[in-house]
């Protein structure tokens, strides 16, 4: 029985299978991918610039609420100041909670998506069918070389399937009588960008015995670091924007502990999946960089404000 989350796999499926199909390069698809996606987030972005702006005309009358009342007793003073606040959102069509997480909110099905293109790339770029992936995937476990099968690889079976297909027709000839076409496509499909296999994973081990790591280990571990620091370095330039705009803003402790979660996050989730959905992540902080310098030069919030 398919989840939600997996009936999300086909549109995303079919919308990156007319790139691929356009572009006939799967990294570059990728690209496309992430930039078409990206323009699709823009009024998001524009939409929390704006309520950026909001929050900074708001603070000074927020003050002026909470010194009106700082000689109550603290149960009326708080009482006072949450039914003034409140009255005052009403007044100026404020949300607090406007803007916030939903551009994260709303990468969430994007990044699901694309999680199963790269898991499952023979069903959802190339097309193959159900019963010849399923004929390769059996044919693939029973190579004699395989061995015993980590849970990492069965479940990124369709990755193996194309880094093995040459081993897989050799051992079953008749595979490649009974599902020639899809055989074909497999031969002819580059699952790489800048010569790395999107379907692998990066390994952590690579660090405890980086001389004898192959190459394509070692540039595989570049991936969660880069996607850390175009993270960090977006994170950053947000906060640092923010505090510019607004010099007095609270949780300013706050800030700065998303500042850092963010990036580690990001190092852990692609360490965890297939080189591609890192590539998805560094080509999409390097573009929400660039966004969130151009975004905040024209919505910045003292030129919004005067507006």
Known sequence: ???????????????????????????????????????????????????????????????????????????ERQQRIQAETNELYQKEGYSAMSGGCAPLLLQLPILWGLYGIIRMPLTHVLNISKEAVAALSAAYQALPEIGEQSQRTVAYIESAIISNIEAIVAANPDLATTYADAIAKIQNFDFTIFGINLGSIPDTGVFKAFAEASTEAKILILIPILSGITSLLTSVLTQLRQKKANPNMENQQMMGCMMLTMPLMSVWFTFQFPAGMGMYWILSNVLAFFQTLVVGHIYAPRKTIAK
């Open 1 to 75: 029985m398919n989840t939600i989350i997996e009936y999300l796999y086909v549109p995303f499926g079919f919308l990156f299978r007319i790139l691929f199909d356009f572009v006939g390069n799967y990294g570059l698809a990728l690209v496309i991918f992430t930039l078409f996606f990206r323009v699709i987030l823009l009024p998001s972005a524009i939409k929390q610039q704006k309520s950026s702006a909001k929050t900074v005309r708001m603070q000074p009358k927020l003050r002026r609420i909470r010194e009106k009342y700082q000689d109550y007793a603290p149960q």
